[in-house]
């Protein structure tokens, strides 16, 4: 009897190593075939850049990629919220490689055709992207760019940005900083259910802005979920929080927002959090 178990065990672990193997499809893996950028600059700080990559292969599915690198020395796109959690400006930013991850973006996939996208964060000068990389559900991956075989070239994409003040180069004084505004007067003290308002990108100064919204209210993200800006929709009667996020600059103090609501400041050592709570009726 025990002898019997064994071997229906080794056979269902046989079967299912099969399986995967069937699954993982090895004959057809996932290649790039090229990489354009679809947007076209030169960009100012807060645009949205688009890369769409077009590959082959990759059965089942396509589970992620990722373009890393915009640039040797800095970083010009980024996809992070997180805009109060980076380093002083006016030296090297540290910016997360664009992603799109299955189930996790919002991005439209097509047949053959992948798009990712970032915003313009300050930065100087033009760059290339360095890497791209592919991976399919089962593992297997293909990557061109700096480093690679690939005969796939990424050196006929350029990121060109405008001049900023939003931060100082290297070796220059920082200067005194001067105040900033955001306008949400566009926005009703108690706004109805069902109905939606356009968020600004950027401050009047020209700083990115990323909003979170809860309780009876959400945020629609246009191009990916950490996008600047976005659209904010009222879901259900009862407290609405709108919380903003700006990213810190040399140029300018964090802004004063003009609203029908009182905008809440809560400071935790340098970090600031603001909050306007409006009340959503049917």
């Not at 046989?14 to 290649?31: G, M, Q, R, W």
């Not at 030169?42 to 373009?67: A, L, M």
């Not at 810190?248 to 809440?264: E, G, I």
Request: overall charge positive; some cysteine.
């Amino acid at each position: 009897m025990q002898k019997l178990r064994y071997i229906a065990i080794s056979l269902l672990l046989i079967n299912l190593s099969a399986f995967d193997k069937a699954t993982a499809d090895n004959a057809n893996p996932p290649k790039i075939i090229s990489v354009d950028q679809v947007t076209k600059g030169p960009y100012s700080v807060g645009d949205i850049v688009t890369f769409k990559v077009n590959y082959s292969g990759g059965n089942p599915g396509i589970k992620s990629i990722e373009i890393l690198g915009a640039g040797s020395k800095t970083n010009c796109i980024s996809q992070s919220a997180n805009l109060l959690g980076m380093p002083a400006l006016g030296g090297v930013l540290s910016v997360s490689p664009l992603r799109w991850i299955k189930n996790e973006s919002l991005n439209n996939t097509y047949s053959g055709d992948m798009f990712l996208s970032g915003f313009v964060v300050p930065c100087q000068g033009a760059y290339n992207i360095q890497r791209v990389e592919i991976t399919d559900e089962t593992g297997l991956s293909d990557t061109v760019g700096v480093g690679t075989l690939s005969t796939v070239s990424l050196s006929n994409i350029m990121i060109e940005t405008n001049p900023t003040d939003l931060i100082t180069p290297i070796g220059e004084i920082r200067p005194k900083k001067i105040e900033d505004r955001v306008s949400l007067k566009n926005i009703p003290k108690n706004p109805k259910v069902g109905s939606k308002i356009d968020l600004p990108r950027l401050t009047q100064g020209g700083a990115p802005i990323h909003w979170n919204a809860n309780l009876s209210c959400s945020i629609e993200y246009k191009t990916f979920l950490t996008d600047l800006g976005g659209v904010l929709k009222f879901n259900k009667s009862g407290n609405c929080e709108l919380m903003p996020k700006v990213m810190l600059t040399d140029k300018f103090n964090l802004p004063k927002y003009n609203a029908n609501v009182k905008m809440k400041e809560f400071k935790d050592g340098n970090d600031v959090a603001v909050v306007g709570v409006y009340k959503v009726r049917r």
